[in-house]
């Protein structure tokens, strides 16, 4: 149980145009999901926490106009790249922590596989 | 600072020799402590994890952890490892023992040499 899922795995864009990027929990609900960053040899970033229903909370430093976050259901939130250029280019990891699960399932965060954004 | 701490970048262990993959945390509390192991190119895998209770905690494919709060450190442990654990490991909190976003260290690599 508690699977995540992500689409697409991996994406090639040219510049200036915007990709989305899905995120559902196949098996759980979720009322927060997390959206991280990483780059290569480097560690996960936190973005930003997407909240069922509500608006997204940013982190600093992350535009929240170029990432946009909508978390229209209680298992998909997506995570919408706007113009994308090549400094965008990156790893894009979601998480989920099931509601259904009691309290330990519900502190314990499960991963996506990962979605491999390249812009050209 | 608050801070997850992962001293070693890189290690090379033998196939069949014992690991230990270090981490330090830097929290006013105790966190959530989870590790999390990625093979390349792919999502991340839930090791083990430590909330409260028996401060050595048995996770999946044969890693355990022992957390000691004198210490502030939970590190990673398997007696003998196998080439496909070869990946990279990361050590995370949660800082507000909530649910929240986890916090990473910044990883240790693992190699395996036969």
């Known amino acids: 149980g508690a699977v995540v899922s992500q689409h697409p795995s991996r994406v090639i864009c040219k510049s200036g145009t915007s990709v989305k990027i899905e995120c559902r929990s196949l098996d759980f609900q979720a009322t927060t999901m997390f959206w991280y960053r990483q780059f290569p040899k480097q560690s996960l970033m936190l973005m930003a926490t997407s909240n069922e229903g509500s608006k997204a909370t940013y982190e600093q430093g992350v535009e929240k106009d170029k990432f946009l976050i909508n978390h229209a259901s209680l298992t998909l939130s997506t995570l919408t790249v706007t113009s994308a250029h090549p400094e965008d280019s990156s790893f894009y990891i979601c998480?989920?922590?099931?509601?259904?699960?009691?309290?330990?399932?519900?502190?314990?965060?499960?991963f996506g596989p990962g979605t491999r954004l390249l812009v050209l | 600072a608050q801070s997850v701490t992962q001293p070693d970048i890189h290690i090379t262990v033998s196939e069949g020799a014992s690991l230990e993959l270090r981490c330090n945390y830097s929290y006013g509390a105790t966190p959530y402590l989870f590790w999390y192991v990625q093979s390349p190119g792919q999502g991340l895998q839930l090791l083990l994890k430590?909330?409260?209770?028996?401060?050595l905690v048995q996770g999946i494919k044969g890693f355990e952890a022992e957390f000691k709060r004198s210490q502030s450190s939970f590190n990673l442990r398997k007696p003998s490892v196998h080439w496909s654990d070869a990946a990279e490991y990361f050590c995370?909190?949660?800082?507000?023992?909530?649910?929240?976003?986890?916090?990473f260290g910044k990883g240790t690599t693992l190699s395996v040499s036969s």
């Open positions: 998480s989920a922590n099931p509601l259904s699960l009691g309290l330990a399932g519900r502190e314990t965060q499960y």
């Open positions: 995370a909190v949660d800082p507000n023992q909530a649910g929240t976003a986890l916090i």
């Open positions: 430590y909330f409260s209770g028996d401060t």
